[in-house]
Structure formats: structure tokens, C-alpha cells
């Protein structure tokens, strides 16, 4: 049988044939389908996007259904098993896991961009004091064009790496800094002798010592994390970063724009609310009745519930048992034994169930965090750094795809129909 779908249009008896690949149509062979020959054709609607397809990656494949993610075909639980987030990034950018001197060049190509221009640090100081750090991290992100002008050659793939090891190693630095800053604190300099993650705790905990030794538990337990949010298909930061750098921009204001889809309320207020709500319960005994609560009043709690897994986020899974190993160094939380026991009992519990309300990263990943040290405000931050990655990978893979033009959606008019400008008197 043909990979086609076959349409009848109800309004003139006209039958059309339009082919499938992958399980899609194209949206333009809709416009194929007219009631005039001046007709424009049909359109598809779809608010969100949430089932249009605007690229072809094989960056990322991502499974709802079964919960499996994978980058460039490596299941996300071997990744967080046996591998680092720089040799990840590698993955994600080139395709193919590194060979030993490939991956050492890689490495000291990005150390070798932990330092910021003294400019940028300027730059820093001219936000209020009180400044989030997020939007600071938004702006010192565009404003790195100004200082990296062969940024613009964007048809040159060499160029278009060297710009994705400009974010890496500049990025942590940019964050650490920002936040130092709010929190009144003086700058910690990069220490290239340190990993990638090892040189980001540095910047944000060092002291008075001399020099700075991450324990290597906290070390390897950021590192997992920042694995798990190196890229995750098409959400809104990554879409952002495909469509403002489909108009050709330097990839330093598409990446401000893609940290910008990650400094909404989404995601803001997300890790916060689950530890708000695990603060609130109590008590591990106290998880029943909030379970009833939350069935009486028809409650999605946070940290439940992901738009694209309908069953448990691998991600979570692997924070749960991460979990464990950080706390034999910073001390138990109480509120993770109530976490545990909210997920078991949510996970038998039938209005759970029926809604697809399984644990997301957030919910263990806010404690961990916590746990560490970081301040809330911190937590979108976090999220952004290692996906920086992602971001470059996605907006490269759109520079060497011919399919892809300039984002420019299609809207359906719903205003005032014509009519005549009054001058103000007559209004």
C-alpha cells in the first residue's frame, strides 16, 4: 500500500492524494486543496504547534509513549552511566562520540574560553544589584557578539563550531559571575585546571581557599545533570533558537532568545513550587491526605506531569537514584523522604495514572539543587547552561539543512473586517 492520505474536500467533491513520509504530510501540499483558483488553499491550525513538525534532526530522539530518550541514538541511561557532559556535548554537536585526542582538543578548546573579556565584566557591573540572574545570563549572551564578530559567517561550518565552543566555556562563567554578583560576593576566576563542571562549582562556592577542590560526589552528580539537560528535541528553547537564527543573525542573539524560552514562569516557578509543596506536606505520614486533596479538588501537583512523557521521565528515574549518593554528603533532606513516598504512592494511584501525572526532572532535581546549595532563583540558570549545547547543535544542524527557509508561520485573521478611518473629532 502507497504512503499517501487520501482527502475529500466536502465542499467541491474533489479528491486529493497527498504523500506520507515519516508519518507526515507536508503542510504545503495542503494548498493544493482549493475551492476557486484564486483560493490560497488550505491551511493547517495548529496553536503551539503541538503536531507540526518544522525540521528534520537527528539530534535527539525523544519517545513519549515508552518514556526513551536518546542523543544521536545512545539511550540517555547509558549517557548518565558511563559518560561526562563535555564528551555528551561532543556527541551532540558532531554526531559521534570523540576519540581520545579529539575529545582532549575539544576540552581545551573550551577551557581555553572560561575566561570572559574584561568588557563583559563591565558589562555585568551595570546591572542593579538585585539583578536575576537569568536575565543577566539573556543579556550577556547577545552582547557576546559585540565582542566575537566572525560570529556573522555563519555559512562556514568551522565558524559555526568555534561560536559553539565560545558558548560552552563562556556561559558557566557568565552565570557564576551573575549570581556572585547579586548575592554581593567577589568573582571567582575560572580554574582550567578543573572539569568542565568541577570549574563551574569553583566559580560559584570558592572562598577563601586558595584554590578550590569540588567533592567529586557533588562534581559527578552536576555533571549527570547537566547530561540530562543537554537537549530535548524540539521544546520552546529550542525552537526559539532555530527560529531566530533561520534570518541568518549571529548565534549569540539566537541564543539569547533560546535562554529566553527558559525564563518563563514555566520554568521559573516550577522547581519552587515542588519544594513549596513538599515543605507544605510535612510529614511522610501526611502524603495520604494531600493525595486525597489533590483528588478532591482535581490538582495537578508540580513536578507531575510532562506535555510530552505519558509515562515516568527517564530523567527523573535517574535523578531518583542520583539522589541518594548526594545526600550521604550533604545530609538527607527531610522533605526527600516525603518526595519518595508522594512519588510511590502517586505512581499506583489511579487518578495519577488516567492523567499521565508521573514524576518530571524537576521534582527530584529541585531537591538536589537545594540540597547543594544553590539559591532558587538560580534553578532556570542551571537548566540553561547545559543546554547551550543543544541550542548550537539544533541552530547548526539548520545552517547545513537546504529544507529549511525562514521561519514564517501562517495566522488566521480574526480582527475587524474594513472599515473607514474617522479623524478624532468624529470619533
Not at 504512503?3 to 493544493?32: C, F, K, M, S
Request: hydrophobic share 40%.
Amino acid at each position: 500500500m502507497a504512503d499517501t492520505l487520501t482527502i475529500i474536500d466536502n465542499r467541491t467533491g474533489r479528491q486529493y492524494e497527498l504523500p506520507l513520509r515519516d508519518g507526515a504530510i507536508a503542510a504545503r501540499d495542503l494548498r493544493r486543496i482549493k475551492t476557486t483558483p484564486e483560493d490560497l488553499g488550505v491551511i493547517s491550525y495548529d496553536p503551539g504547534l503541538h503536531n507540526t513538525a518544522v525540521c528534520r534532526s537527528a539530534i535527539t530522539f525523544l519517545d513519549g509513549v515508552s518514556g526513551e530518550l536518546r542523543y544521536r541514538g545512545y539511550s540517555i541511561e547509558e549517557l548518565a552511566r558511563d559518560s561526562t557532559y563535555l564528551e555528551v556535548a561532543y556527541l551532540i554537536f558532531h554526531g559521534e562520540l570523540p576519540t581520545a585526542g579529539e575529545f582532549a582538543t575539544w576540552e581545551d578548546d573550551i577551557k581555553e574560553n572560561f575566561l570572559i573579556h574584561r568588557n563583559i565584566s563591565r558589562f555585568l557591573d551595570g546591572f542593579r544589584h538585585d539583578a536575576h540572574p537569568m536575565n543577566v545570563l539573556i543579556s550577556t549572551v547577545a552582547a557576546l557578539s559585540t565582542l566575537f564578530p566572525d560570529a556573522t559567517q555563519i555559512d562556514d561550518p568551522a565558524v559555526r563550531r568555534r561560536q559553539a565552543i565560545r558558548l560552552l566555556g563562556q556561559v558557566p562563567t557568565l552565570a557564576a559571575f551573575a549570581q556572585r554578583r547579586r548575592r554581593g560576593m567577589p568573582y571567582a576566576s575560572p580554574d582550567i585546571d578543573l572539569s568542565y563542571v568541577g570549574n563551574f562549582l569553583n566559580m560559584m562556592f570558592k572562598m577563601t581557599e586558595l584554590r578550590y577542590a569540588p567533592n567529586p560526589v557533588i562534581e559527578r552528580a552536576m555533571d549527570v545533570m547537566f547530561i540530562l539537560h543537554a537537549d530535548h528535541g524540539q521544546a520552546c528553547s529550542s525552537s526559539a533558537m532555530r527560529l531566530v537564527g533561520s534570518v541568518k543573525c549571529d548565534p549569540f542573539a539566537a541564543a539569547a532568545a533560546a535562554a529566553a524560552g527558559l525564563s518563563g514562569r514555566f520554568h521559573d516557578e516550577a522547581y519552587e513550587a515542588v519544594l513549596q509543596m513538599l515543605a507544605a506536606i510535612g510529614s511522610v505520614d501526611r502524603v495520604p491526605a494531600f493525595l486525597e486533596r489533590v483528588r478532591a479538588e482535581n490538582l495537578h501537583p508540580p513536578g507531575f506531569g510532562h506535555r510530552i512523557y505519558r509515562t515516568y521521565d527517564p530523567r527523573a528515574r535517574i535523578l531518583r537514584a542520583q539522589a541518594e549518593k548526594v545526600f550521604a554528603v550533604t545530609g538527607k533532606p527531610p522533605i526527600f523522604d516525603i518526595a519518595l513516598e508522594l512519588d510511590r504512592r502517586a505512581s499506583d494511584d489511579p487518578y495519577f495514572q488516567e492523567r499521565s501525572l508521573y514524576p518530571i526532572i524537576d521534582y527530584y532535581e529541585a531537591i538536589i539543587y537545594h540540597a547543594i546549595g544553590f539559591a532558587s532563583e538560580l534553578f532556570p540558570v542551571l537548566f540553561a547552561i547545559p543546554r547551550f549545547i543543544g541550542w548550537a547543535a539544533q541552530w547548526d544542524e539548520m545552517m547545513a539543512d537546504p529544507e529549511v527557509p525562514r521561519y514564517r508561520p501562517r495566522q488566521i485573521y480574526a480582527g475587524s473586517p474594513p472599515r473607514p478611518y474617522l479623524p478624532i473629532d468624529e470619533r
